[in-house]
Structure formats: structure tokens, C-alpha cells
């Protein structure tokens, strides 16, 4: 019996199925992906744009940048009232602080020097002057004892409370000071001097 070969496919077929199945196989995962496209449903929910305005605190005075006291010659017994007024505002509530700064002395003068700070209100006052000037009926003493001692208070965290503001509405202070030059200063004070510098300082509540 005579046997013959198995017939090989011819090289056009060949070729043809060596093109269609890349094609076929793109076929297939356009459709695949055609599919899982459209199955991805989402929904989504916003509540609106939100937004953030910060509030101010103001805070001046009326001594145009001037000293209440320059005094020369003082002597032991010697003493002066001086009043300055402070406006607070803005629509913030604030807690106000009073404390010196660049303070300086020579023969421990400040020590010497008694002072008393009185918070209140005022009419017709122009700086440095007092004019009718009425005490809080609550705590109006801010402060009393040697100048070298108010001068320890460098900072509004050691500084000595004033008052508190509502905010949202402009309010205003006058602080008397007084000071007296202890009538025992020792002679070591003689010629000698002190300076500092009154500093408000308001900060949010």
C-alpha cells in the first residue's frame, strides 16, 4: 500500500492566520475594555465652597509718639500726675497688658521713684494731661510700687492686665500715672537717671 505525506497548509494560509489572530486578539480586548468602561458608574455629593476670613485687633493712643514725663532736676519728695488714653478696636475680643521696655538707670534711681498707675476714662484731656478723670469702680489700680519694680514686666506674658474688649466696637482707657520720688532717697541717687518705656500690648481672646 502506498503511503502519502500529510498535506501541509499552504504558505498563503499560512500567512493569512499569522495576520488574523493579532487582529482578533485586539478584537477581543477593544471588547473587553469597551465593557469594563462602561460598568464604572460613580456619583458624587459637594456641600458648596467653604471659606476662611480672619478678624483684626487695633490698638493706639494719643501721645503722637511723645513722653508723658521728661524731667530734669528731680529731687527727693518731688512728684507729677500725667494721663494718656488708649483705643482698643477691631472685631476681635482682645485682652489688653501694659509693660515696659528698653528700660535704663544709673545709682538705682528707678528704685526711688514711686509710681501708681490708676485706669479709668476721662473728658476733655488732651495728652499728657488728665482732664476730669474718673477711677474703674473695679480694680482701677494697675499698678503701685518702685518704677524698678513695674520694670521687671518686660513682655505681655509678665505684663500687668488692663482691660478686656468685646470687639467688634472701638473702646478707650485713660491711665493716670503718678509718680514721687521717695522723700529718703539715699545720696548715691544724686545725678543719676532713669528711662523707660510704657508699652500696651493687645492680643486676641
Request: proline share 4%.
Amino acid at each position: 500500500m502506498k503511503h502519502s505525506a500529510p498535506r501541509l497548509p499552504k504558505r498563503r494560509a499560512v500567512r493569512l492566520g499569522l495576520v488574523l489572530t493579532p487582529v482578533l486578539a485586539v478584537a477581543v480586548g477593544t471588547s473587553v475594555i469597551w465593557q469594563t468602561s462602561y460598568a464604572a458608574f460613580t456619583a458624587t455629593t459637594a456641600n458648596g465652597t467653604n471659606n476662611w476670613q480672619s478678624g483684626g485687633i487695633t490698638l493706639t493712643d494719643n501721645d503722637s509718639d511723645g513722653a508723658m514725663f521728661n524731667v530734669t532736676n528731680i529731687k527727693p519728695g518731688q512728684s507729677d500726675t500725667r494721663c494718656i488714653t488708649v483705643t482698643a478696636g477691631g472685631s476681635l475680643a482682645a485682652a489688653i497688658k501694659l509693660y515696659g521696655t528698653g528700660f535704663t538707670q544709673s545709682n538705682a534711681l528707678a528704685s526711688s521713684i514711686n509710681l501708681v498707675i490708676t485706669k479709668g476714662t476721662s473728658t476733655g484731656a488732651t495728652f499728657s494731661g488728665c482732664g476730669t478723670f474718673t477711677a474703674d469702680t473695679a480694680s482701677p489700680t494697675v499698678f503701685s510700687g518702685p518704677l524698678a519694680s513695674f520694670a521687671a514686666a518686660t513682655a505681655y506674658t509678665n505684663g500687668y492686665s488692663t482691660w478686656t474688649t468685646a470687639g467688634g466696637t472701638t473702646e478707650n482707657r485713660t491711665f493716670k500715672f503718678a509718680y514721687t520720688m521717695d522723700a529718703t532717697a539715699p545720696t548715691t541717687t544724686q545725678n543719676s537717671s532713669a528711662a523707660i518705656t510704657f508699652t500696651w500690648e493687645s492680643q486676641p481672646t
